[in-house]
């Protein structure tokens, strides 16, 4: 195990969005548990927030939320950020001034999708990139760039800048194509913190409905899914967006909401990358249909952990979607993310070293 380490988490912690809130609560109560001295960076930048906000209250654009949808989003902003507040935070500073987060024995940008150039309000961050911040070591855990393709490269400048970190990870087939092909580094593929450190995202709850974590689903998915839960008699709980197909809409669900709903869940539909990942942390029956925007991510999730038959399209048999709902994964995927948690730690422990 590394000594202990002074160490500064980068990544997106004020995302309205429950996967970016457990993968950092995860990684950085996970680094605590190892003995370090970790804390989240805490940037801030008011035209991020800004666009995060807007994201929040109208997430489905060009789709508009009507007023009663508008308010039952601004409870969810309140919850997350009151979930927030609680985080181990580094003193503030501005995301355009990474220096004034101070020095540390080591930082860890990610996980998500930190360098996604496609990023909307994120995306070419200079911090991200590890330029200008203070740190006797700079790696990267779990790192994503998203939506942008392997097939598009990175620019002479951003890959200079990751050349100079001194251990690198990512959590996809994408990332790892991406730095081979970039900077010829073949860097290691770890396991997303909610399952790297699973504790902190662990609830125990029970209920009779199958959980739908997402907004846009195809017509398509959404027939098959109301013929499997009107044949069973359980109802479909949307979490977090709205669905006008489920039966009932939980919209203001915090992290914790959220996650406690997924462990009292009997089966989750979902079309985000850990509405999958907090299916394998409960052991769920679970499908995923993958949207425009996590096109690549989650068909790599599935990739790495044997989970192929999980991603559904319009050619899906009834029959194997039903049986998907009813069926948690084998021990063969609890295997393999035994096998990625240890070779993880292996990573850490080294880029910490």
Request: proline share 5%.
């Amino acid at each position: 195990m590394a000594r202990p380490r002074k160490i500064g988490v980068l990544t997106f912690h004020r995302c309205i969005n429950y996967g970016s809130y457990w993968q950092a609560r995860c990684l950085v109560e996970g680094l605590r548990a190892l003995g370090h001295d970790a804390e989240l960076l805490d940037h801030y930048c008011d035209e991020v927030m800004s666009a995060e906000l807007r994201c929040a209250l109208q997430p489905k654009l060009p789709e508009r939320s009507p007023r009663q949808e508008i308010r039952a989003y601004a409870a969810k902003v309140r919850r997350f950020c009151d979930a927030c507040r609680k985080l181990p935070l580094s003193n503030r500073f501005s995301l355009n001034r990474p220096a004034d987060a101070g020095h540390y024995d080591a930082i860890l940008v990610g996980s998500d999708e930190v360098w996604n150039f496609r990023h909307p309000w994120f995306g070419g961050r200079p911090i991200f990139f590890g330029e200008g911040l203070l740190a006797d070591r700079l790696a990267s855990y779990a790192a994503s760039f998203g939506n942008h393709s392997a097939s598009d490269g990175i620019d002479e400048h951003w890959a200079a800048k990751l050349g100079e970190f001194a251990a690198l990870s990512v959590r996809d087939g994408n990332s790892r194509e991406l730095l081979q092909g970039g900077i010829g580094i073949d860097p290691a593929i770890v396991l997303d913190p909610c399952l790297q450190f699973p504790e902190p995202a662990m609830a125990s709850a029970s209920g009779q409905y199958a959980l739908l974590y997402g907004h846009g689903f195809p017509t398509w998915l959404q027939r098959s899914i109301r013929r499997w839960s009107s044949a069973r008699d359980i109802p479909l709980l949307s979490v977090g967006y709205s669905n006008d197909w489920a039966d009932e809409q939980y919209v203001a669900a915090g992290p914790a909401e959220f996650a406690a709903l997924v462990a009292g869940a009997q089966a989750v539909v979902t079309n985000f990358f850990h509405g999958c990942i907090f299916a394998l942390l409960n052991g769920k029956p679970w499908a995923a249909a993958a949207s425009a925007y996590r096109s690549i991510k989650i068909p790599d999730l599935a990739s790495l952990l044997g989970t192929g038959d999980r991603i559904v399209d319009e050619s899906t048999p009834q029959k194997l979607l039903d049986d998907l709902l009813s069926t948690p994964d084998g021990f063969d995927v609890g295997n393999r993310i035994q096998h990625l948690r240890e070779r993880s730690g292996t990573y850490l422990n080294a880029a910490l070293a």
